[in-house]
């Protein structure tokens, strides 16, 4: 055996428990635990703890650099708000959207055209369908008159059901709120003429003339009971004593379209609101021109139509009427005897011509109290607007062509009334036929 100098470079073997244990206290090691007791070799000693290895350090790295707005460019310090997210609508969404729509539109509209709500209508509307109007002009005018709802589901209808060509003009008795059905069926008969009669009040008519005409139309009532006051109209707003007795001068010449068999109320009502809508405040201003109340100058315009025959004349019957009453003169106008009469066509007597009555103005001067009749526009413009003329006297004329002939002095008068006379003596009593018309 050699000497030994030193360590051995040589190792002695190691034994299969102790290469067992090293295993093991590497497996510990990597798992930062100590190895169990078993393991720890067959010997009664301890094994000598192994030194605990340093822990690797990891190679230092360089920080990071992060862009000073922080994550994608936002700033760091604000916070980024979470907003809820909104939903969406689908296609299909929108689809079921569209059809619920078209659903509802479609129930409206086959409401709005078909009216399964609305029946035959009620009360009664006289409608006048003008010649040529089509189906569309025929809508409006049942809309505007309330037959039916609208002029344009109207004339939609009408095409649907193929009568636009088949719809009527004349005249016809409809209802108000009728469905479109109803109207269509209506019109697309042939008209039948309503129970109506034409009134035809002439101009100048008095009261018991406009009576016999009520009459003869066959209309029901006392027109004369009818007209003596009404709640339309009072005479004394126009300037009328407040003991006026009745409605004369304010009952409106004109043509009334009445039921046939209507009450007469019905027709003075007509004529008074006619009377309100042709008889302003014009009229008022003129009568105070000519220091008249307005009443009074219907007074003189009810002479003025018994008086002139023709236009011509009436402005200067008005200038002899207001002349005389300038001079304090009798009117000298028969007609208003007439009228106290009610006699209209009889030649007057010598006891009739001195009467003792207000309504005589050959007597009594001024007007005579109340109008003799109902005037019409043209007489009432002739008093308010009289002619510039100094004529006193007038008389018809001789050739029987109903033109007056003026005069300004009695002499020429008496010469006028005395070519009158000849003229009747040569015709047998009769007034001579015109030859120059």
Sequence with gaps: MPPFFGKSDSTPPRSDAERERERLERQQRRAGGSPPPAMMGASEEPAEEPAEPEPELEPELPPRRRPPGGRRGRPAARPVPVRPRRRRFTAGRILALVVVLLAAGAIWFGVEIFQPFTGSGHGRVVV???????????????????????????????????????????????????????????????????????????????????????????????????????????????????????????????????????????????QLSAFTENVGSAYERAA????????????????????????????????????RLRLAMPLGIDATIRFALNDWNAPLTESQLQLNSPYNTRLHIGLPPTPIG??????????AHPAHVPYLYYVDGADGCGDLVFSTTSQAFDQSVAAYQAALAANHGRVPTCRHR
Excluded: C, W
């Design 128 to 270: 006048n369908v003008p010649i040529g109007d089509g189906a569309s002009q025929i809508g409006d005018l049942l809309a505007r008159r309330g037959v039916v709802a609208s002029g344009f589901f109207f004339n939609l209808y009408a095409a649907i059901e193929g009568d636009r060509g088949e719809l009527h003009s004349g005249t016809f008795v409809l209802r108000q709120g009728m469905s479109y059905s109803s109207a269509i069926a209506a019109l697309t008969q042939a008209p039948v003429p309503p129970p109506v009669v034409s009134v035809v009040i002439p101009e100048g008519d008095s009261r018991s003339e406009i009576a016999v005409i009520a009459q003869r139309d066959r209309l029901t009532g006392n027109y004369v009971s009818a007209s003596i006051r009404s709640p339309l109209l009072s005479p004394a707003h126009y300037g009328a004593p407040r003991d006026t007795p009745n409605l004369e001068g304010f009952l409106f010449p004109a043509t009334y379209t009445l039921d046939r068999g209507a009450n007469v109320a019905k027709l003075v009502g007509d």
């Design 288 to 323: 105070h021109r000519n220091h008249l109340t307005l009443y009074q100058l219907l007074i003189v315009a009810s002479m003025i139509e018994r008086e002139a025959f023709l236009p011509g004349d009436r402005a200067k019957v008005a200038a002899v009427i207001y002349n």
């Design 374 to 383: 109902n005037p019409g526009l043209a007489s009432l413009t002739a008093a």
